[in-house]
Every structure is written in structure tokens, then in C-alpha cells.
């Protein structure tokens, strides 16, 4: 099938699979507390399983790029599809947290790999606005996973029980994989390809791009973002479920706010980035992002109001679409025989920050959301200071050039 005639269905397949590997940790978030007594585990050890899933995701990743440099996009595609289908098959069949620990790490790495190349994909087709429009696009699809899939995933749960969930993404994963291989060509062209596959190739294309100021600024922004999000997934139910008594089945609509607020941050990037240009619409989105975090912070410390928070978290929310979309933009904004590399570099920083804190967090938290968003509060500040770094450098590197 031609290139041309698959973009029409080519953002919908990526934002299937994207979506599946999104909903394979939001759609059992209402259910990590009945997973601790499934299991007989405490609260850490089932966080423990949505870690070792980003870091299957991140290692991946950083290998997925480098190959898709060289073999082109479709095949890495196809195989990082076919082993998250594997994975999610595995997991149905879990009898211990330990397994399942196990077997997260193997379905993240297959994640990873699609999801890279994902990325790299957009950027073979598309220019730089058009990337932005599109991988905003993506963001609002794939925030309808943290709205629909914990109420899903509830509702299921109550009924068949937490493993149920599993069979519904590996359905969503067969799908995208099946759809992929028969309708999307190879959007990397033969000239654009590094012509060896190689140690010394791999390290060379990775110092090229992490001495380029906008590819590990970029990157480094929306990775602190992304840490700082997941503090939040992954201690609000807790505090949600176990210190307010919200039914699991209930949890979802609760958990719907924030991602609501991302998809009218999207909104507002697809109609801003073609007026003010993809770094204006992510100072705003940086700015709104740290105002949310720290009204959200002084709620959770002076009243916890489930009104006060729902607010505060919409305020983040509309800022936290605006830094993805125009981060990610960004930072693979590179020749197209190393977009593939810096997508890697994206994906291994954002999924290792991820994985990073949602361990540190379920250490010290304690059904207790403080730590959790005083850490977002800090992510966003350093955010603001990495923008200012990569701007700095990029200065300073064009007045060398010149």
C-alpha cells in the first residue's frame, strides 16, 4: 500500500497500539489495592509491577531506535508489537506478584520498541507543526485511556476479576499488530538509512545527539514531566481507595478529571502551534503546569477537598499537554537517519524518570499524597530551568556556527 493512502489510517494504528500499552497500567490502577491481597503483597511490591513494566519499556527503547535506523521502522514495529502480544497472554496466566513482576518487564520492552518507532515514524512522514498537531492528537486519544480504562477496568474487575483486564488489551494488541502488517509501509527510505549496523555506530549516533543541546533538553523535560505525572498515578489510588473510602468501581470517574484537562490542553495546542509556533506554546504549557502543581500541593496540605483537588489537577493537566506534544516535537527534530536514535532518547528518559519515581514513591508515601505532589511541584520547576538551559545552549551553539 502506498505511503500516501496510509496516512489516512496510519495516526489511528499508532494510536491503537499506543493506547494499548497505555491502558496495560491505567486500566488495573483501581485495582493495585485488591491485587495487594491477592497476592498477600503490600502496597509497594504491586507498584513494584507497573516500574518494572516502564523500565522494560525504557531499556527497550534505547536499542529500538538505533536498529530502526538501519533495518527501517516496520519490522522493529512488528516485532515490538508481537512480543507485548506475548507478554499480555503471559500475564492472564500469572499465579504470583512475583511472576507478574516478571512478565511486566518483558510486555513494557515490547512497548517500548513500538512506541519508538512510533515516534520516529510520525517524523519520517510529517513536518515539524504537523508532528506537533499529530503527536497532540495522539496525546488526547491516548488520554482517554487514564479516563475510560480505570472505570473500565473496575467495572471488569468487580465482575470477572482484576485478570480479566489483561484479555481486553491483549484483543487491542492483536488487532494492532494484524492492521499494521497488512496496511502500513516502511516510512523510512533506503537513502535515509544508516548503511551498518554496528557497537561503534550506536554510540556514535548517541554522542551525536546527546551533545545536541534541543535533543536531551527536550527530552529531559518532558522525562521530569513524565516522573513527576506517575508520583500521582501511582499513589492516588491508594489515598483515593483506602483513605476515603471511594469504591474501586468509583475510582475511575475520579481518576477522568486530569485526563479530561489533558485532551483541553491538546485542544488548545492544536489551535496555538500554527499561530505561536511549537517552544511559545510550551513556555505556556511549562508556566500552567507549575501554577497546577503547586495549587495542587497547598490543597493536599491544607485541606485535601476532593473538590480542591480535582480543580488543581485540571490546571496541571492543560499544561502537561501542551509540554508532551511540543517537548517531543522537539527533541526529535533531527535528520531522518537518527530520528529513530533520538526517539529512543525521548523514550528511555521519559519511561526511566517514570519507573524511577513510581518506585521511590510507593517507598515513602503511605497512602499519604503530599510526597507525591511536592515532587510534581519540583518536576515542574526543574522543567523550567531545563527549558532555560536548552535555549541557553542552543544560543550559544548558532553564534558559534555563525
Request: with cysteine; proline share 4%.
Amino acid at each position: 500500500m502506498p505511503l500516501a493512502y496510509s496516512r489516512i489510517i496510519l495516526p489511528l494504528v499508532l494510536v491503537l497500539m499506543t493506547l494499548m500499552a497505555e491502558m496495560s497500567t491505567d486500566i488495573y490502577i483501581p485495582c493495585l489495592p485488591e491485587m495487594a491481597r491477592y497476592f498477600a503483597v503490600d502496597q509497594h511490591t504491586v507498584v513494584v509491577t507497573i516500574s518494572t513494566y516502564l523500565l522494560g519499556f525504557s531499556i527497550s527503547g534505547s536499542l529500538a531506535g538505533p536498529f530502526s535506523d538501519t533495518f527501517g521502522r516496520r519490522p522493529l514495529f512488528l516485532i515490538g508489537s508481537f512480543i507485548f502480544t506475548l507478554s499480555s497472554i503471559a500475564c492472564v496466566l500469572a499465579d504470583s506478584a512475583n511472576w507478574l513482576i516478571a512478565i511486566r518487564l518483558f510486555q513494557g520492552a515490547g512497548a517500548g520498541i513500538a512506541y519508538v518507532t512510533s515516534n520516529a515514524i510520525i517524523k519520517d512522514v510529517y513536518n515539524d507543526q504537523m508532528s506537533s498537531r499529530i503527536f497532540s492528537f495522539m496525546g488526547m486519544m491516548v488520554t482517554m485511556s487514564p479516563m475510560i480504562a480505570p472505570i473500565l477496568g473496575g467495572i471488569i474487575t468487580s465482575y470477572w476479576g482484576w485478570k480479566a483486564n489483561f484479555y481486553l488489551i491483549l484483543v487491542g494488541a492483536v488487532i494492532g499488530l494484524v492492521v499494521h502488517f497488512f496496511r502500513i509501509p516502511e516510512s523510512l527510505k533506503p537513502e535515509y538509512r544508516q548503511p551498518v549496523l554496528s557497537y561503534h555506530k550506536i554510540i556514535d549516533s548517541y554522542k551525536k545527539l546527546l551533545w545536541t543541546p534541543h535533543v536531551i533538553g527536550y527530552s529531559l523535560i518532558s522525562g521530569v514531566t513524565y516522573g513527576g505525572l506517575w508520583t500521582w498515578i501511582a499513589e492516588a489510588p491508594f489515598y483515593f481507595i483506602e483513605v476515603i473510602g471511594i469504591d474501586p468501581k468509583h475510582y475511575g470517574y475520579y481518576s477522568a478529571i486530569g485526563p479530561a484537562a489533558y485532551i483541553v490542553g491538546t485542544i488548545i495546542n492544536q489551535l496555538g502551534v500554527g499561530r505561536y509556533g511549537v517552544i511559545q506554546m510550551l513556555k505556556g504549557g511549562l508556566l500552567t503546569m507549575t501554577f497546577g502543581s503547586g495549587l495542587l500541593f497547598a490543597v493536599v496540605c491544607i485541606n485535601a477537598s476532593l473538590l480542591g483537588i480535582c480543580t488543581t489537577i485540571s490546571v496541571y493537566g492543560i499544561g502537561m499537554a501542551l509540554v508532551f506534544a511540543n517537548s517531543a516535537a522537539k527533541a526529535v527534530d533531527v535528520e531522518p537517519h537518527y530520528r529513530g536514535t533520538a526517539s529512543a532518547i525521548l523514550s528511555t528518559i521519559e519511561m526511566s524518570f517514570a519507573a524511577i519515581s513510581c518506585y521511590l514513591i510507593s517507598l515513602v508515601s503511605c497512602n499519604d499524597l503530599r510526597p507525591a505532589t511536592l515532587t510534581m511541584v519540583v518536576c515542574s520547576f526543574v522543567c523550567i530551568y531545563l527549558f532555560y538551559l536548552t535555549n541557553k545552549a542552543e544560543t550559544y551553539q548558532i553564534k558559534a556556527k555563525v
